[in-house]
Each structure stands twice: as structure tokens, then as C-alpha cells.
């Protein structure tokens, strides 16, 4: 079974410095707004549904060249299900947007990228993050996933 994704990472430039917007999900991992690409829909159309759905925000700017895409495996039901899904990076423009989170998550939290780098649940997020990091100027780190 096959299910395509997308989603972003959200950042505000603050200071003293850009934090990243982390979701709790109700299985208690932190991770990034993302949800499934719906039929008609492009990647960068879900993702923009998807945060606006998720959390509110509607005044984003998509980082021009920014796409990686993660897979992993899940059981849904008994089956084995082979997830891809494709993030975007995206500035929060709006300073006075505040965040509204959907019934899909607990809570949520703005961090610096240090701090989430602990927080996020799994490898694939901390790749991500240090991606994200790198494409914005500051070296996070060097892991970049296939795109």
C-alpha cells in the first residue's frame, strides 16, 4: 500500500533567532504540520492546505528550492503501508499570526534550531531540520535527503 504526503517546515525569523513550529501529535511525537496530497492536488498545494488546516497560519513563504522527501514504513489495520512524503521549507510572514492549532494535534511550540533538534521525534525530522538550516544560511548541518 502506498500513501503520498507533503508538508512544511514553518520558520519565523525572530530575534535573536529563527525558531521552527513543532506539532505534538496525539501519539505524543513531535514532529512538523504535513497531511495526505488529495486527488487534483500538487505537493505544494497540499502543504499549503495542510498548514493552513493544521495550524492557522496563512501568510507563508515557500523557500524557493527547498524539497526533500522522507519515506518510511507503517502498519495501518495489519498492513504494511509505504509512506513518502515531500516537505517544503516555509517562512510565517505575519508576526501578529498566531498559531490555531487543529483537533489533530495537542500542542504545539515555537523553538530555536538547537532546541528542536531535541524535541522532534525521529531522524528523518533532525535531517530535515539541519537541511532547513543549511538552506537558510547557517550550517545546521550537512545531511541533505534525497530530492
Do not use: C
Amino acid at each position: 500500500m502506498e500513501e503520498r504526503s507533503a508538508g512544511a517546515l514553518i520558520y519565523r525569523e525572530t530575534s535573536p533567532s529563527r525558531v521552527y513550529l513543532l506539532l505534538e501529535y496525539p501519539a505524543g511525537h513531535w514532529d512538523f504540520p504535513k497531511g495526505n496530497i488529495e486527488e487534483g492536488e500538487g505537493p505544494q498545494e497540499t502543504m499549503v492546505r495542510e498548514v493552513s488546516e493544521e495550524t492557522g497560519l496563512k501568510s507563508i513563504r515557500v523557500v524557493d528550492g527547498f524539497r526533500n522527501v522522507i519515506e518510511y514504513y507503517y502498519n495501518r489495520n495489519g498492513k504494511r503501508v509505504h509512506k513518502q512524503v515531500i516537505f517544503f521549507l516555509a517562512e510565517a510572514t505575519d508576526p501578529d499570526e498566531s498559531v490555531k492549532l487543529s483537533f489533530e494535534h495537542r500542542q504545539f511550540a515555537w523553538k530555536p534550531f538547537d532546541e528542536a533538534l531535541g524535541i522532534v521525534s525521529y531522524q528523518n525530522s533532525r535531517r530535515l531540520l539541519r537541511a532547513a538550516e543549511q538552506e537558510l544560511g547557517h550550517g545546521g548541518g550537512i545531511d541533505r535527503l534525497k530530492s
